[in-house]
């Protein structure tokens, strides 16, 4: 809907809506329909019906927009917005019509006003029609469904795995290091952390998770720490966890 509504908003979009209004007030000129035709010569006529059909076109450019943002009628066909936007339409176009035409034709003053009515009934059917069908802005008015969301992809699971030596973070990527190798696994540290009994192991730096089985040896560098592991790797400790860890157990004799 969001899409719709700034499609219809746009600046853009009130430049088409006034373009087609010129193009058609020409055509009306051309035509010079209400007896306009013998009242005044063809360049008058087009300036009178271009210059109506500008006019009048933030009437309809504010029907139109304002229907599209309607739920409830959104679901009526093409004919019955016409006749719906048409008819709402009359009362503004028939003042804009009356202060147009008396200005050019003065003896106009005399029209009553279910005559204006009447010729604005009309020229908003002419309008309403071309103007919504061939801007497709006409109904149906309604907003192409949603995009159905993809269903959701549960990440891999290391749940149950006890074969595990250790885990190491790649990019967005784990390598799971097991007894019988390793392999890269698409899945975040943190849910494949998640899925394993804490009973097994621990994450003892920000990429790396270690099974408490696997830890062969407690290598010192300095104050930095490793861990020498069962398949010969070497998992960096992280500062942070070196009291935990030694409150485990796990740094016994370093």
């Not at 210059?51 to 309607?70: D, H, M, Q």
């Not at 908003?124 to 993809?150: C, D, E, M």
């Not at 300095?222 to 157990?249: D, F, K, T, Y």
Request: hydrophobic share 50%.
């Amino acid at each position: 809907m969001g899409t719709l509504r700034a499609r219809w908003i746009g600046l853009a979009g009130w430049g088409r809506d006034a373009l087609f209004a010129a193009v058609l007030g020409a055509g009306l000129g051309l035509i010079g329909p209400f007896g306009t035709f013998v009242q005044a010569g063809m360049f008058v006529r087009l300036a009178y019906w271009i210059g109506l059909s500008l006019a009048v076109t933030p009437v309809y450019g504010a029907a139109f927009r304002g229907a599209a943002t309607l739920e409830g009628w959104r679901g009526l066909p093409g004919a019955a917005w016409m006749v719906v936007l048409s008819i709402a339409a009359v009362p503004p176009v028939a003042l804009i019509s009356s202060i147009a035409a008396t200005t050019v034709w003065p003896f106009l003053h005399a029209m009553p006003l279910m005559g204006w009515l009447a010729q604005a009934l009309a020229v908003s059917l002419f309008i309403a029609t071309p103007y919504g069908v061939i801007s497709r802005r006409l109904a149906p008015f309604r907003s192409a469904p949603p995009p159905q969301a993809a269903p959701a992809v549960e990440p891999p699971s290391l749940k149950g795995r006890r074969d595990l030596i250790c885990l190491q973070m790649e990019d967005h990527y784990v390598r799971v290091h097991s007894a019988t190798g390793s392999e890269l696994v698409y899945l975040s540290m943190r849910h494949a952390t998640q899925s394993l009994d804490p009973r097994l192991g621990r994450r003892v730096h920000r990429s790396w998770w270690v099974a408490r089985d696997a830890v062969i040896e407690t290598l010192s560098d300095g104050r930095n720490l490793r861990l020498r592991l069962a398949n010969g790797l070497e998992a960096p400790v992280s500062r942070s966890q070196v009291a935990a860890l030694r409150a485990a157990g796990w740094l016994d004799g370093s």
